[in-house]
């Protein structure tokens, strides 16, 4: 039973694993362990840290989105 509770964190892990893993996903997930393992952050610091990240990339987003539609009604305006 001790060996059984000793997998069981590593078992849930796998499975959270499994279910969001992504290409688009993977940085955040070896950034978020890099900071945890290797800084030593506590587990707020690095979300707060991935909520700053996600804040500036929905604004980066946004601004490529209005650059491209923007580009697009000024090609269809030469025409």
Do not use: C
């Not at 969001?20 to 945890?36: D, E, H, Q, T």
């Not at 700053?52 to 269809?76: L, P, T, Y």
């Amino acid at each position: 039973m001790n060996i059984a509770t000793g997998l069981l964190p590593a078992v849930g892990f796998a499975m959270l694993i499994t279910m969001i893993w992504s290409r688009k996903v993977a940085p955040f997930f070896f950034l978020g362990y890099v900071l945890f393992a290797y800084l030593n952050m506590d587990m707020l610091g690095i979300a707060i840290v991935g909520g700053i990240f996600g804040i500036v990339m929905f604004i980066i987003m946004n601004e490529i989105r209005k650059n491209k539609s923007n580009m697009g009604v000024a090609n269809d305006e030469e025409f």
